[in-house]
């Protein structure tokens, strides 16, 4: 069973940036795709971005082409997403993902992102 420990989440004034890790175990071949994704109380889950393990091409939600990178680092087991030029419609909480051709079946319990000034 896939297991996923995010760190790295806090509060930052609106302009500034913030790198959030994930570290996985128990990921077998049956996963190809790592991801983060937001939730904001009352509404849907969003996906920000994802990453393929294997060609490590990577896609972006809209809110977050251009100001967020999502990277792999095989040999520590972890997925970043650095976030810059935060803006308070960032705020949320921020749960890293795996799965199989962008569909999330494993998550971790998220991390608290707070932009305000």
């Known amino acids: 069973q896939v297991h996923l420990m995010e760190s790295g989440g806090g509060s930052v004034e609106p302009g500034n940036s913030l790198t959030l890790s994930c570290v996985w175990s128990?990921?077998?071949?049956?996963?190809?795709?790592m991801g983060w994704a937001r939730q904001v109380p009352g509404k849907e889950r969003e996906h920000v971005a994802g990453?393929?393990?294997?060609?490590?091409?990577?896609y972006y939600s809209d809110s977050a082409k251009d100001r967020f990178t999502i990277s792999l680092d095989k040999a520590y087991r972890t997925v970043y997403l650095q976030m810059t030029s935060l803006t308070p419609e960032d705020t949320g909480v921020y749960f890293c993902?795996?799965?199989?051709?962008?569909?999330?079946?494993?998550w971790g319990q998220g991390t608290q992102v707070t932009v305000s000034s």
């Open positions: 990453i393929y393990t294997g060609s490590e091409y990577t």
């Open positions: 993902a795996a799965g199989a051709w962008s569909q999330f079946t494993g």
């Open positions: 128990g990921l077998t071949d049956n996963y190809n795709t």
